[in-house]
């Protein structure tokens, strides 16, 4: 089992800057593929990006490159998401999520494991 715990949500003004936490524990593979996600109210879980533990290679969705950057600690079991420069349309539910592949998925059916969501709310 795999397990995920998010951390440092919260309400911040358009502009500022919120750096959230995933740390995993139990059965990890450093092959694997890790997920951001967020979720806003009615609207579809969205893939914001991922990164492999092993290597540490990143992708990004259009609506948060160059503002957003995904880092992992291997030491610590934990992946980042940095995010500078926030708006608005960036408040929702972040979520960390493991998949079982290399691969970076966008699609959430991917992923077998998920944390258990932080709020993100940004402030016009």
């Known amino acids: 089992q795999v397990q995920l715990v998010e951390s440092g949500g919260g309400l911040v003004q358009a502009g500022g800057s919120l750096r959230l936490s995933c740390a995993a524990s139990?059965?990890?593979?450093?092959?694997?593929?890790m997920g951001w996600f967020r979720q806003a109210p009615g609207k579809e879980r969205e893939f914001v990006g991922g990164?492999?533990?092993?290597?540490?290679?990143?992708v990004y969705a259009d609506s948060v490159l160059g503002r957003f950057t995904i880092s992992r600690d291997n030491a610590k079991n934990t992946v980042y998401l940095q995010m500078n420069n926030l708006k608005p349309e960036d408040t929702a539910v972040y979520y960390c999520a493991k998949s079982e592949s290399s691969v970076f998925y966008s699609d959430p059916i991917r992923y077998r494991y998920w944390g258990q969501g932080t709020q993100v709310t940004v402030s016009s």
């Open positions: 990164i492999r533990w092993s290597g540490g290679s990143t």
């Open positions: 139990g059965r990890t593979f450093s092959r694997d593929a």
